[in-house]
């Protein structure tokens, strides 16, 4: 939450609010960035990664080859969960956040509140494609924070153009004109459109 990671030269006077700094044998920095401290940093061999708290129930990132259509229908349809909640679990995806959620959910034309045990083989087919879509354009256009985020060069995340549901109360569907509406899913912030979400 709010960590950040910037490129600096390794001569830059080092900002108060950079905790953690990697130098690099050409004499720039990678310097982690956390004004509230909420971050932390484990330093392990990689053998015993899997033992790290935290990182052994980590679930497969969306660019991870990995992530199947089989695996995640293994995960969901045993559990009656609202989809939105299934995404944002950790442990079977991770690094879906809220904002990634609700346009994963609306390009693979699934209502946020579709329960786990109701999702298709079909449709976990296409939360496999769109996550893998979304995550890699927002990584191509420098993320989407609309607050916090700002990549090494100091760029804001562009990505937010791009946004099909998420923040869009009361806007129109770019892709049917219906009004985007806003719903609270599992105390989690939702938008999606009810015609193209079923
Ligand atoms: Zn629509």
């Known amino acids: 939450m709010e960590g950040k990671y910037f490129i600096k030269d390794h001569n830059e006077e080092i900002n108060k609010h950079e905790h953690v700094i990697f130098e690099f044998e050409d004499g720039t920095d990678l310097r982690y960035h956390d004004t509230r401290k909420f971050g932390r940093m484990n330093l392990v061999l990689k053998e015993d990664l899997e033992t790290v708290e935290g990182v052994h129930k980590q679930g497969i990132e969306p660019i991870d080859p990995k992530l199947s259509k089989e695996y995640l229908y293994e995960n969901f349809h045993k559990k009656k969960l609202p989809m939105k909640s299934l995404l944002l679990d950790q442990t079977i995806i991770s690094g879906l956040g809220n ?100």
């Open 99 to 198: 904002i990634y959620a609700d346009e994963v959910l609306f390009a693979s034309g699934i209502y946020p509140e579709k329960l786990g045990v109701d999702i298709t083989m079909d449709e976990c087919d296409k939360i496999v494609s769109s996550s893998k879509r979304i995550i890699e354009e927002a990584i191509k256009c420098g993320g989407t924070t609309i607050r916090s985020y700002t990549s090494s060069l100091g760029v804001t995340g562009r990505f937010q153009q791009n946004l099909m549901v998420h923040k869009r109360e009361g806007e129109t569907c770019k892709n049917c004109g219906t009004i985007i509406k806003r719903i609270v899913v599992g105390g989690r912030s939702t938008y999606y459109c009810e015609n193209c979400q079923k």
